[in-house]
Antibody, heavy 121, light 108 residues
C-alpha cells in the first residue's frame, strides 16, 4: 500500500529548529512533487513549500523564505522539512503530501502523511 | 501570489439537499484547481483535480466545474459523511501553490 509516514510529534522551545521527515513506501517518489502543508489549530491549510526529488531544489512560499528548508533523499525515499527560529505561531500540524502526477500536470495532492504535531512552547 | 477566495465560509445544508461551494482565483489558473475534503483529526482527501475530474474512489455526487478564475464544487445530495470542511487549491504555478480559506459544510 502506497503511503507517506511522518515522524512523531515534537515539542520545541521558541528560537529552536524542528526537522520533520516523511517516508514514502511504494509508488512513485522521485518524479512527483512533495509538498509541505501546515494547519494551525482551528485554521485552514497553508502551503509552505515543496520539492521534486529528482530535481533536488526546494521551492518555498515567500512567507517562509529563509526560515524553511525542504530536502529529499532519493535513496531512502524520504523528504524532510526543517523550520528554524520557531515561535509560538508555528504551533501546528505539518503534513507532507505527494502530487498525483509529475509536473507539469501535478493534478492535486493525492497522498498525504498522517501529520506531525509541532508545539512551540 | 495567486489568492484563492472561497465562499461562503459556512454552509448549512440538510441531508439529501444540494450544496454548492464557490472558489475564485485572483488571476487565471486555467483548470489547475483541486478540491479537498477534511474531517476533524484527519488529513485532507483529494476529491477533484483538473477543476472537474473526480479522484479515484470519489462518489459521483461530487462534481466540479469552472475554468480561469471561477470554480464550483457541487455535492448533489448530501450524505451524513459529507459534513466537513472543503478547500480549493490552485497548482498552476509554484511557488506557491495556494489554498482557499475553506468552507465548512454543516448540518442544518
Amino acid at each position: 500500500q502506497v503511503q507517506l509516514v511522518q515522524s512523531g510529534a515534537e515539542v520545541k522551545k521558541p528560537g529552536s529548529s524542528v526537522k520533520v521527515s516523511c517516508k514514502a513506501s511504494g509508488g512513485t517518489f522521485n518524479s512527483h512533487a512533495i509538498s509541505w502543508v501546515r494547519q494551525a489549530p482551528g485554521q485552514g491549510l497553508e502551503w509552505m513549500g515543496g520539492i521534486i526529488p529528482i530535481l533536488g531544489a526546494g521551492h518555498y512560499a515567500q512567507k517562509y523564505q529563509g526560515r524553511v528548508t525542504i530536502t529529499a533523499d532519493e535513496s531512502t525515499r524520504t523528504a524532510y522539512m526543517e523550520l528554524r527560529s520557531l515561535r509560538s505561531e508555528d504551533t501546528a500540524i505539518y503534513y507532507c503530501a505527494r502530487a498525483q502526477a509529475p509536473p507539469p500536470y501535478n493534478n492535486g495532492m493525492v497522498l498525504w502523511g498522517q501529520g506531525t504535531t509541532v508545539t512551540v512552547s | 501570489e495567486i489568492v484563492m477566495t472561497q465562499s461562503p465560509a459556512t454552509l448549512s445544508v440538510s441531508p439529501g439537499e444540494r450544496a454548492t461551494l464557490s472558489c475564485r482565483a485572483s488571476q487565471s489558473v486555467s483548470n489547475n484547481v483541486a478540491w479537498y475534503q477534511q474531517k476533524p483529526g484527519l488529513a485532507p482527501r483529494l476529491l477533484i483535480y483538473g477543476a472537474s475530474t473526480r479522484a479515484t474512489g470519489i462518489p459521483a455526487r461530487f462534481s466540479g466545474s469552472g475554468s480561469g478564475t471561477e470554480f464550483t464544487l457541487t455535492i448533489s445530495s448530501l450524505q451524513s459523511e459529507d459534513f466537513a470542511v472543503y478547500y480549493c487549491q490552485q497548482y498552476k504555478n509554484w511557488p506557491p501553490w495556494t489554498f482557499g480559506q475553506g468552507t465548512k459544510v454543516e448540518i442544518k
